[in-house]
């Protein structure tokens, strides 16, 4: 069966820190793979998907970025952290090739910037 | 812009009666919707989804509805139980694009009171 695995589960860091978040998935070759960011009061918000290795598609302009240096492995980063950063990351992933609408997300990092 | 709108944050419901939550789209293109389920601090689960050829679907005690016309879905919960309280995102999705087609809802919290 597949799983998919986030951490850290909570993260406190001060304004200016960089960041690593990292995500692999296991039992599934070649997922397609996102991050999703939940800032209070506001929806699901996709940041980051990728269809393989070293492929990238960005949504929103951020400070943040995303590698996929292996086939099940997603990393969202940032160089310096922003206030507005602050939210609940989820990764998950999806069945690929093509797009399958139904997501398998991970448990999530709550991540504070104080 | 929000194409996918649910404009109750959140719902209380009595244990045992039915929970009826909201979820209204403005993107014409969508074609496949679906419910996810959320408890704090973890990702989003996977619920019940509908495709546009049909206008119910159902599953155990959720059924979801689908009227094109109005542009409008509902999740029905009956009877609702006590694990059932939690966050509910809608999401919408064109099967026609790409990974990144996915958009959800802000969410609704529903809570079941004894």
């Known amino acids: 069966s597949q799983t998919i695995h986030q951490w850290p589960a909570t993260l406190v860091q001060p304004v200016g820190s960089p960041l690593s978040l990292e995500c692999t998935v296991e039992?599934?070759?070649?997922?397609?793979l996102y991050w999703y960011r939940q800032a209070a009061g506001r929806g699901l918000q996709l940041l980051f998907y990728?269809?393989?290795?070293?492929?990238i598609s960005s949504e929103v302009p951020q400070n943040l970025s995303a590698s996929r240096p292996q086939d099940r492995q997603f990393i969202l980063s940032s160089k310096k952290l922003l206030l507005s950063d602050s939210g609940f990351y989820l990764c998950?992933?999806?069945?690929?090739?093509?797009?399958?609408?139904?997501?398998?997300f991970g448990s999530g990092t709550q991540l504070s910037v104080l | 812009d929000q194409q996918v709108k649910q404009n109750s944050p959140s719902l209380s419901v009595q244990e045992g009666r039915i929970s009826i939550l909201n979820c209204d789209y403005t993107?014409?293109?969508?074609?496949?919707f679906l419910w996810y389920k959320k408890y704090p601090a973890e990702g989003p689960t996977f619920l019940i989804s509908?495709?546009?050829?049909?206008d119910k679907n159902e599953d155990g005690r959720f059924t979801v509805f689908l009227n094109k016309s109005a542009k409008h879905l509902s999740l029905h919960i009956v009877p609702s139980q006590p694990g059932d309280s939690a966050v509910y995102f809608c999401?919408?999705?064109?099967?026609?694009?790409?990974?990144?087609?996915?958009?959800f809802g802000k969410g609704t919290h529903l809570i079941i009171q004894p």
């Open positions: 998950a992933w999806s069945v690929h090739p093509g797009f399958d609408e139904k997501l398998f």
């Open positions: 039992g599934t070759s070649n997922p397609n």
């Open positions: 990728s269809v393989g290795i070293g492929q």
């Open positions: 993107n014409s293109m969508f074609d496949y």
């Open positions: 509908i495709s546009s050829i049909k």
């Open positions: 999401a919408a999705s064109n099967s026609g694009g790409g990974a990144d087609g996915l958009t």
